[in-house]
């Protein structure tokens, strides 16, 4: 599996947009890319992932560079409770993952969010 | 039902105690994980189960035990831990061929 550099914090004010830049330079052709959070005391939430098109849900939005070998999720207006960790995790198969799947987590990004 | 459902939230035991974990979901994820998380580290894979068998085991101790008794329930059973074991103990599920998991709140494990 690819491995991802993210930075290991950042910080952004309230309501304003929050931009989570991961490099993944080493990703192949049919890798895709996770987004997960995790809030303090709580188990890891699923954001979005996508493979190779920019993808859009209610949470985020994910923008994956043309040559793939990075991505940028975008929180739009981020409000304190979106302070957490965030993994960004590069997974072969995705869809079609079979039994032998599993995501392995980095030591992702703090955000902090401030009011 | 949209929730993966871990019991009890915290759990206390000594090293020469037995105890289990214990992990349910209802929507019709055929695939189950557990993640062993130190304090300030990423979740870490300890097991994948699919279609309630057991497909990746990450190498863990034999003094934990998984079991999956049915496409709803993923249990952790845990003999003889060391206080190194202390950690949140994570469960997960995913429609099988996803990577799209949902994750329960953690049991807390302490082993004193």
């Known amino acids: 599996d690819a491995k991802t550099t993210q930075p290991t914090s950042m910080d952004c004010a309230e309501g304003r947009a929050a931009n989570l830049p991961c490099n993944h330079s080493?990703?192949?052709?049919?890798?895709?890319v996770y987004w997960y959070r995790q809030i303090h005391s709580q188990g890891p939430q699923y954001i979005i992932h996508g493979l190779k098109n920019n993808e859009t849900n209610e949470m985020a939005s994910l923008i994956i560079t043309e040559d793939r070998k990075s991505s940028t999720l975008i929180l739009p207006h981020a409000t304190l409770r979106d302070t957490a960790v965030y993994y960004c995790?590069?997974?072969?198969?995705?869809?079609?993952?079979?039994?032998?799947?599993?995501?392995?987590f980095g030591k992702g990004i703090t955000l902090s969010v401030r009011p | 039902d949209t929730e993966v459902t871990q019991t009890p939230k915290h759990l206390v035991m000594g090293m020469t105690n037995k105890k289990s974990l214990k992990c349910e979901q209802h929507m019709g994820h055929r695939a189950m994980y557990w993640y062993k998380q130190k304090a300030k580290k990423p979740p870490e894979l300890m097991f994948v189960y699919s279609y309630e068998k057991l497909s990746i085991n990450e190498s863990v101790p034999s003094r934990f035990s998984p079991e999956c008794p049915n496409s709803s329930l993923l249990n952790l059973h845990l003999h003889a831990l060391q206080p190194e074991d202390s950690a949140l103990y994570l469960c997960?599920?995913?429609?099988?061929?996803?990577?799209?998991?949902?994750f329960g709140s953690g049991t807390r494990l302490t082993v004193v």
């Open positions: 995790i590069v997974r072969n198969g995705g869809i079609r993952t079979g039994a032998n799947s599993k995501l392995t």
């Open positions: 080493t990703i192949s052709g049919n890798e895709y």
């Open positions: 997960a599920s995913s429609q099988s061929g996803t990577l799209r998991c949902t």
